[in-house]
């Protein structure tokens, strides 16, 4: 795998990988004209929860196994140490909404290391920020849209014009907060197309990887396996599997 952050050309991407048979972009649940409307059913709003929640979990176990044994000593197991931050942080939040946090920060990690139960190692800044992010941000967020009362149509990115000839080639799409190159606090939908003579067609109609519209983030995929990653927003791409 190699990194870039140069403006990778579209016609050489599609040179490049010319043997991938699908290829992703990613646009927002929700947008102006949306918001405060679209619904997630019950079934799906769990669905994503548990997966942002299994993310945020496998990345806060990186941390914890990366500390020594001295810091592991003096803390209890992951699971239990996830379970006492997780209630700390709800019942910060509780002390924040009841008004007992006046002029203070409302971001619990901005108070790590002064008044939380545990303040080391310093790594342990990203418990108490990744566990009020999922229970401020994310449950919330799909709390909020399961209790909205408009299904939201698979087709409704494609009554974009410059969309809409695409949707013929649409495979699937998955609502998440997490794809292939970012975790974002925005409820995400990652659609799916077939890379055959029409996706080349439409891709090479943009001239970098950063010009696509209004979608963005474009990924190639061969056999469900991710071969390239892009992030517009950050303007960096990931080669993998290239040299």
Not at 46 to 67: D, G, P, V
Not at 88 to 117: A, M, V
Request: hydrophobic share 35%.
């Amino acid at each position: 795998m190699y990194n870039s952050n140069k403006d990778e050309l579209i016609s050489d991407l599609l040179l490049i990988y010319s043997d991938a048979d699908m290829f992703s972009l990613t646009g927002p649940f929700l947008d102006n004209s949306s918001f405060e409307r679209f619904k997630l059913s019950q079934k799906e709003g769990e669905e994503i929860l548990t997966e942002i929640c299994n993310i945020n979990k496998e990345h806060l176990r990186c941390h914890y196994n990366s500390f020594n044994d001295e810091a592991k000593n003096s803390l209890p197991s992951f699971d239990e140490l996830y379970r006492n931050i997780d209630k700390e942080c709800q019942e910060f939040q509780k002390r924040f909404e009841n008004g007992d946090l006046i002029d203070q920060s409302p971001y619990i990690c901005d108070h790590f290391g002064l008044d939380t139960i545990y303040d080391k190692p310093t790594n342990l800044w990203h418990f108490y920020h990744d566990i009020q992010m999922y229970n401020n941000t994310f449950k919330k967020t799909i709390e909020d849209l399961i209790a909205n009362d408009i299904e939201r149509p698979i087709d409704f990115d494609f009554k974009k014009p410059i969309l809409a000839p695409l949707y013929k080639n649409l495979v699937k799409a998955k609502t998440t907060f997490s794809w292939h190159c970012t975790t974002s606090s925005n409820l995400s939908i990652v659609y799916y197309f077939k890379f055959d003579e029409f996706g080349r067609y439409w891709l090479n109609q943009f001239n970098t990887v950063y010009d696509i519209q209004p979608l963005e983030d474009l990924a190639f995929y061969k056999n469900n396996e991710l071969l390239f990653s892009s992030c517009t927003h950050e303007r960096f791409v990931n080669h993998i599997g290239k040299v």
